[in-house]
C-alpha cells in the first residue's frame, strides 16, 4: 500500500484508520467551508447520497453498452457506481477515483465482501490537482490519453468555476481522443431546497450551523443539508473535533458555497467545440438519493459529452 500527498492507491487491503485524518488534514486545507462538511461525512454510508447500490442512469448506460476499454469513474464516492460497472460491463476495466479515502476504503470493503477487489483500481487522488508530479502513478502522465470513458455521477456540480476548469483539464488530459464522458448533473429544474444551490444564496447563519449540525452530529437523522453558507458576523463551529471558521467579507454577508444545479448554456460554456469538446446527448435523468430526500430522486440530466 502507497500513500502519496497528491493522491494514494488502495492495494493489498484497506488504507489503515490511522490516514483518515491526515488524509482529511490535507485536503480540507483546500477546500471551502461546506466542501469541508462533505468531505466529513462522505464515506460514512450514511450520507444523502450514500443509497449502497448503483444509479439508474449507469445501470441504464450498461445495459446501453456504453461501457468499454479503461473507464474512469471520476469521484467514485463509496463505489457503488463503479463496482456495477466491472460486474456488468465485462469489456470495461474501471478505475476509481475519490478525494476522500475513507470513500474508498469502503468501496475495497464492498468490494472483498463481492470477491471483486481485483476487478476494480481504487485510487486516492484530487482530480484538480494541476502538478501532475504529485498524482498517484494510476493517474500520472503515463495515463494521459489512456481512458476510453469517463464516468462522473453528481461531481462536475459540486465544483466552483475555477475548480470546473481544473477538473475538465484533467478530464481532457486522461481521456483518449474521441473518447466519452457520461456526466450526469442535478438540473436547474430542480427548485426543491437541498442538494446544489438553486438561484439566489439566502441561507442563514443559523440555518447553516444547523444543517451541520444535523448532518454531521446526528448522521441517522439524514437531515437535508443546505449548501450555502452565508455569514453575517462570524463564527466558529466544531464538529467532530474539527473547527469550522464562519467569517466575514467586507461589511455584507458571504455565502461561501461553490456548487450550483446544472443547466445547459451553463454545461455549454465548458463543453463546446472551441474547448475541444462536443455534447452529443442531452437528456432528461435523476439522481437517486436517499428516499427521506425529494422522494428519493432528484431531476438531473445526462450529458454525453465527446473529447475532439
Not at 477546500?31 to 444523502?48: E, F, H, R, W, Y
Not at 502538478?131 to 470513458?149: A, I, K, Q, T, Y
Amino acid at each position: 500500500m502507497a500513500f502519496f500527498r497528491g493522491g494514494g492507491s488502495l492495494s493489498g487491503g484497506l488504507i489503515r484508520p490511522h490516514m483518515h485524518e491526515k488524509t482529511y488534514e490535507l485536503i480540507s486545507a483546500k477546500l471551502p467551508i461546506k466542501n469541508k462538511v462533505v468531505a466529513q461525512v462522505s464515506g460514512t454510508g450514511l450520507a444523502p447520497w450514500e443509497i449502497h447500490r448503483p444509479q439508474k442512469f449507469v445501470r441504464d448506460l450498461v445495459l446501453r453498452r456504453c461501457f468499454s476499454g479503461r473507464v474512469l469513474d471520476a469521484g467514485c464516492g463509496i463505489g457503488d457506481n463503479a463496482l456495477y460497472v466491472a460486474k456488468a460491463a465485462p469489456g470495461a476495466s474501471v478505475t476509481a477515483v475519490d478525494v476522500v479515502a475513507r470513500c474508498l476504503e469502503f468501496a475495497a470493503a464492498k468490494a472483498d465482501l463481492r470477491s471483486m477487489r481485483s476487478r476494480v483500481e481504487l485510487v486516492v487522488a484530487d482530480m484538480l490537482q494541476e502538478n501532475v508530479s504529485r498524482m498517484p502513478p494510476e493517474l500520472g502522465h503515463r495515463h494521459d490519453g489512456s481512458f476510453s470513458v469517463v464516468l462522473d455521477s453528481s461531481t462536475f456540480h459540486c465544483f466552483s468555476d475555477s475548480d470546473r476548469e481544473r477538473y475538465v483539464a484533467t478530464l481532457r488530459r486522461l481521456l483518449r481522443p474521441r473518447g466519452l464522458i457520461y456526466m450526469n448533473c442535478m438540473s436547474e429544474e430542480e427548485t426543491r431546497p437541498g442538494g446544489p444551490r438553486y438561484g439566489k444564496c439566502t441561507e442563514s447563519m443559523q440555518g447553516a450551523v444547523q444543517s451541520v449540525r444535523s448532518l454531521i452530529m446526528r448522521p441517522q437523522s439524514l437531515a437535508p443539508f443546505r449548501p450555502c453558507f452565508v455569514v453575517p458576523g462570524g463564527a466558529r463551529y466544531a464538529v467532530h473535533g474539527t473547527s469550522f471558521f464562519f467569517s466575514p467579507a467586507r461589511r455584507h454577508n458571504t455565502c461561501y458555497c461553490t456548487e450550483r444545479r446544472i443547466s445547459v448554456p451553463d454545461l455549454l460554456t465548458v463543453f463546446n467545440r472551441p474547448n475541444g469538446w462536443e455534447v452529443e446527448t442531452i437528456e432528461d435523468s435523476i439522481i437517486e438519493v436517499h428516499p427521506t430526500f425529494w422522494g428519493g430522486q432528484a431531476k438531473a440530466r445526462l450529458f454525453t459529452i465527446r473529447k475532439l
